[in-house]
């Protein structure tokens, strides 16, 4: 069973950075693609991005495109996400997910099996 932890979430103003970092355990990380989603108070859990196995695929949120970064280290067995030029709307708890399946990518929900406990970010206005 992997394991998936969260870090680098915390209150940024409007405009400003985070990098979060996931990191996954288990021997078999770089065999399967992973994913960003967001939950914001009071709405469903939405996906943000999905990065392939060996990273050579990357899909955005339209609302993120052009903002987010999504890549991943295979070697140290953690997915990162850059955001740049947060806005309030991208308040949310973040979580990281692993795939089900090794070998496929997509950016479903559904797809995904694993998830970290999520953390936190706060862009205030």
């Known amino acids: 069973q992997v394991q998936l932890v969260e870090s680098g979430g915390g209150l940024v103003q409007a405009g400003g950075s985070l990098r979060l970092t996931c990191a996954a355990s288990g021997r078999t990380f770089s065999n399967y693609a992973m994913g960003w989603f967001r939950q914001a108070p009071g709405k469903e859990r939405e996906f943000v991005a999905a990065i392939s196995w060996s990273g050579g695929n990357t899909y955005y949120a339209d609302s993120v495109k052009g903002r987010f970064t999504i890549s991943r280290d295979n070697t140290k067995n953690t997915v990162y996400l850059q955001m740049n030029s947060l806005k309030p709307e991208d308040t949310a708890v973040y979580y990281c997910?692993?795939?089900?399946?090794?070998?496929?990518?997509?950016?479903?929900?559904?797809?995904?099996?694993?998830w970290g406990q999520g953390t936190q970010v706060t862009v205030s206005s």
């Open positions: 997910a692993r795939h089900t399946t090794a070998g496929l990518y997509s950016y479903y929900e559904r797809d995904f099996g694993s």
